[in-house]
């Protein structure tokens, strides 16, 4: 198989490029909802065998150690100062939930029973709860 | 071991030469007859360069498609890039450590 292809099915014996196939490309539920991105791959080594890719990195933990520097510092700083438990570490979607990817992650679970909704409840609470008005109920 | 630790890793062969730095990681497809439509990411080699400018666009691969200029100028920064097997690699250090420099393939017969 071609690396360089767009549209990757996971046959068996095919080779990707983490990199360029997988990294920051999107995450969708069973049910088509976009998730969040690939924002690095938890790999696990076992005697005799290859690495093996377990999990999906997802969060600003990730992606700032992943990116290093000035700028993965501030990302993680930036995530330090917003979440309730900032030394939870990033959020961890099991490889075995991934149905297949293509130009996007597809996985065989949905947004519910992953538990990805942190940011949104933060935002939720720290800033959409201030805006005068917000506690009428819309209609 | 994270994804983001091996790529940009520096790598240095067994008498401590600069060999360059890895630009992708490659995996591969595996299935068993009785893991119905699940399938495991193995790391089978890695992709090592001079220099990491580019090789996200993916140009300097095989058959890639895309404008040429594009290809042409990532293919002459990432000439003599390599494809080295996983099991010529003796330590994820950093920096990450190589068994044999002459064992290293060249990636335009991968």
Same mark, same amino acid.
């Given at each position: 198989m071609t690396p360089s292809s767009d549209d990757i099915e996971p046959t068996a014996g095919s080779t990707v490029d983490a990199g360029l196939h997988l990294l920051d490309r999107q995450v969708c539920d069973r049910e088509g909802r976009l998730l969040c991105k690939v924002d690095d791959l938890e790999l696990q080594e076992a005697p005799g065998e290859p690495p093996a890719v377990v999990a999906i990195l997802v969060g600003p933990p990730a992606?700032? /150690?992943r990116l290093g520097g000035a700028v993965g510092r501030l990302v993680c700083g930036v %995530? %330090? /100062?917003?979440?309730s438990r900032p030394d939870k570490g990033p959020l961890r979607i099991p490889f075995t939930a991934v149905r297949r990817f293509r130009s996007s992650v597809e996985l065989s679970v949905t947004a519910e029973e992953l538990e990805l909704g942190e940011l949104e409840a933060w935002l939720r609470v720290h800033l959409v709860a201030r805006i005068p008005g917000a506690d009428h109920a819309a209609g | 071991?994270?994804?983001g630790d091996l790529l940009g890793a520096e790598v240095r062969g067994p008498? +401590? *030469?600069?060999v360059g730095v890895?630009? +992708?990681v490659r995996l591969e497809v595996r299935r068993t007859p009785a893991s119905g439509d699940a399938f495991d990411l193995r790391l089978v080699g890695l992709l090592v360069s001079r220099r990491h400018t580019g090789s996200l666009l993916g140009y300097e691969r095989g058959h890639s498609r895309g404008p040429w200029l594009v290809r042409t100028v990532v293919r002459l920064l990432h000439r003599g890039a390599r494809y080295v097997p996983w099991? *010529?690699?003796v330590s994820?250090?950093?920096?990450l450590r190589i068994r044999s420099s002459t064992a290293l393939v060249d990636r335009s017969a991968r």
């Open positions: 992606l700032g /150690r %995530h %330090h /100062r917003m979440v | 071991m994270r994804l008498q +401590d *030469e600069p890895v630009t +992708d099991s *010529e690699v994820t250090g950093p920096p």
